[in-house]
């Protein structure tokens, strides 16, 4: 049964895979208009046409001219092997751009991931021991709200206040140009001091979700059977409520953050160009203005199937920690995708 | 709760004075926020002196009394330009919510009410939506299909469907156990008759709820595209306003941000926030068992 279900998701994520690469290819053929007026095209060049001799050997050349199954055949085995094509704005494969600004992006996802827990997990707690109380309809409120705005509008208004306002935190980018860094101990301080505002930023919009996670699973949990067993058998509050009540309320959270990743990318590319941070997000802006494609599919590429590897990893993260899930569907357990008021996983 | 008449008028603003009394203070504030909003969209062309597309005056004046909100880099009014731009963040919320709401509504009835293989299907589809990143998949088809204003509505209702879909379907399976439904059908009521006499009713203020949630991303995701550059650029969208503020070079460095910027980030967040803040409030009304 369990073995079932786990190369069922497994099937599944296989298939989201398919159509996004099969997305990636469609999209160019789908496209009105005729690629070789693209080929040779920056923006306000002249473009010259073909003859109709060239238009053949450009056709054979890309392979245009053979049937669309061997053409998506062949698409699929170039992805493998890591081929994304080449960029034709900054003259250089596109893997190896993308790679060059990854790590800016992982840096700023891992770090907002950690802080947006950390806010989620105190905030949340607080507001369950509270529940019913003022500060719990408070922090509630102020969480819905910011739950719902934009990340790059509560980007611009750090970005105003802290940097423009007050000048505490630099404007942009991620580290100061030019700079000649007497240790290596500046130069991570530099690069904090850069990704403070991006990363809280991001953990700000990211907070709201897990702040109601903890708050409702903590709330049903407080109300079970066991805490009272525990109170009565006297033990300490802080016993009760970090030992018994807060490491259970955690469990849906694995789940939680992995759904919040699709999200969490897209609030990062939002914030990147807030705050003219050089990883993946900008990078696709830059490839959107100089309409370069094939790096634009190809950063959209590696946001996916990044995505989509998280989501599987927690999956198997979620059913190694939890026994109880092996035989029932871990999705529906935390109630994925209504609305964030999450049903915690009372199995 | 009372379910409302779609012929008596009579019934629908004793439904509304129904949902005013029950709305919270900040669901309260929220709709009257929402609604001057709405009116100043709709009268957009009433309340402003100066025209939104052209320039009427020096670039870059700072608010006063020519131009209430002062002017952008090309001497366009701000004012003229948020009332206009309202039009396009509300027609956008309205259109998705319609669209992806009843869309994703009656597909969660059917997958609910039928079962089998088309439920299995459709709640793949759905597993396989949320896993999917929304905004780049969004950018990338707006580059590929243009951006015209109905490119966009169109891609954000394909994307923002399996949400209500979901939710239905689950209030939907357990309205088919109820005993009336049962009853019902085994009168002989037919899938139509059961759909429009019992789950479309008894399911139409979740559906509303539902939309007031998606009008609210919609109008976000609409904002996050535009200010990315990828809005119609025929249409002045909030975020477009924005975009472009934060590509004049060195706009921190001046005081033109203290208006160019600052007033349409006021609105939008107003908008935004005061939509969420609704549909909070309507959710707790809509379905009592969310806790509050």
């Known amino acids: 049964m369990s073995l079932q279900k786990t190369s069922l998701r497994s099937l599944e994520y296989l298939l989201t895979f398919l159509l996004i690469i099969t997305l990636n290819f469609a999209l160019p053929r789908l496209m009105p208009g005729d690629p070789f007026l693209h080929l040779s095209g920056e923006a306000g060049e002249i473009?010259?046409?073909?003859?109709?001799?060239?238009?053949?050997?450009?056709?054979?050349?890309?392979?245009?001219n053979r049937p669309v199954t061997e053409q998506y055949w062949r698409y699929l085995s170039e992805v493998a092997r890591g081929n994304l094509g080449f960029s034709y704005y900054y003259k250089e494969p596109v893997l190896v751009i993308i790679a060059r600004r990854l790590p800016w992006t992982l840096f700023l996802v891992a770090t907002a991931t950690v802080l947006s827990l950390i806010f989620g997990i105190l905030l949340g707690s607080y507001s369950a021991w509270r529940r019913g109380y003022w500060q719990d309809k408070m922090l509630y409120l102020i969480m819905v709200v910011f739950g719902e705005i934009p990340a790059f509008l509560i980007g611009l208004a750090l970005l105003i206040l802290l940097a423009a306002g007050i000048g505490l935190f630099p404007l942009a980018g991620a580290i100061t140009h030019f700079a000649r860094y007497t240790s290596s101990w500046d130069r991570i301080k530099d690069i904090l001091h850069h990704a403070a505002l991006p990363a809280l930023t991001l953990s700000l919009t990211r907070t709201s979700g897990i702040y109601l996670l903890v708050r409702n699973s903590l709330g049903t949990i407080l109300a079970r059977d066991y805490m009272r067993t525990a109170r009565a058998k006297g033990l300490a509050e802080p016993r009760i409520r970090y030992r018994h009540a807060l490491r259970n309320a955690l469990l849906p959270l694995v789940t939680r953050v992995a759904l919040q990743m699709g999200a969490?990318?897209?609030?990062?590319?939002?914030?990147?160009?807030?705050?003219?941070?050089?990883?993946?997000?900008?990078?696709?802006?830059?490839?959107?203005?100089?309409?370069?494609?094939?790096?634009?599919?190809?950063?959209?590429?590696?946001?996916?199937?990044?995505?989509?590897?998280?989501?599987?990893?927690?999956?198997?993260?979620?059913?190694?920690?939890?026994?109880?899930?092996?035989?029932?569907?871990?999705?529906?357990?935390?109630?994925?995708?209504?609305?964030?008021?999450?049903?915690?996983?009372?199995? | 709760m009372e379910k409302p008449s779609l012929l008596g008028c009579n019934a629908v603003i004793r439904y509304i004075k129904g949902v005013w009394g029950q709305l919270g203070l900040f669901g309260k504030i929220s709709l009257i926020i929402l609604l001057n909003l709405v009116l100043m969209a709709v009268f957009a062309p009433y309340l402003t002196r100066h025209p939104h597309h052209v320039s009427s005056g020096p670039p870059l004046v700072p608010p006063g009394a020519g131009h209430l909100l002062g002017t952008d880099d090309l001497g366009v009014d701000l004012w003229s330009m948020i009332c206009f731009g309202a039009r396009v963040s509300l027609m956008v919320g309205l259109f998705t919510a319609l669209l992806a709401g009843l869309g994703g509504g009656i597909a969660g009835i059917i997958a609910a009410y039928r079962g089998g293989w088309p439920d299995r299907v459709l709640m793949r589809i759905v597993d396989i939506m949320v896993v999917l990143p929304d905004l780049p998949v969004m950018i990338v088809l707006a580059v590929f299909f243009g951006s015209s204003l109905h490119n966009i509505i169109i891609v954000l209702a394909l994307f923002s469907w399996s949400m209500p879909a979901r939710l239905i379907r689950s209030q939907a399976l357990a309205l088919k156990e109820q005993a009336y439904i049962k009853i019902a059908a085994h009168y002989g009521a037919g899938m139509g008759h059961l759909f429009f006499r019992h789950f479309l009713p008894e399911l139409f203020p979740l559906m509303m709820v539902s939309m007031i949630r998606l009008a609210g991303?919609?109008?976000?995701?609409?904002?996050?595209?535009?200010?990315?550059?990828?809005?119609?650029?025929?249409?002045?969208?909030?975020?477009?306003?924005?975009?472009?503020?934060?590509?004049?070079?060195?706009?921190?460095?001046?005081?033109?941000?203290?208006?160019?910027?600052?007033?349409?980030?006021?609105?939008?967040?107003?908008?935004?926030?005061?939509?969420?803040?609704?549909?909070?409030d309507l959710e707790g009304i809509a379905d009592p068992r969310i806790m509050k």
């Open chain 2, 217 to 280: 991303m919609a109008i976000v995701t609409e904002a996050s595209l535009s200010f990315l550059g990828l809005g119609d650029p025929t249409s002045r969208s909030w975020g477009l306003i924005i975009n472009h503020a934060v590509s004049f070079r060195g706009i921190y460095f001046t005081p033109f941000w203290k208006w160019w910027l600052v007033y349409p980030w006021i609105f939008l967040t107003l908008l935004v926030s005061s939509l969420a803040l609704l549909g909070r």
């Open chain 1, 264 to 347: 969490m990318v897209g609030g990062a590319v939002l914030v990147e160009n807030v705050f003219v941070y050089p990883g993946l997000g900008r990078l696709m802006r830059d490839a959107v203005l100089v309409r370069d494609y094939p790096l634009l599919q190809g950063i959209f590429l590696v946001l996916a199937i990044s995505v989509m590897g998280t989501n599987y990893l927690a999956d198997l993260l979620y059913r190694y920690l939890d026994p109880r899930t092996r035989t029932t569907d871990v999705m529906n357990a935390c109630g994925r995708g209504t609305y964030g008021k999450t049903e915690p996983s009372g199995l």
């Open chain 1, 47 to 64: 473009v010259e046409g073909y003859t109709d001799q060239q238009r053949k050997y450009f056709l054979e050349y890309y392979g245009l």
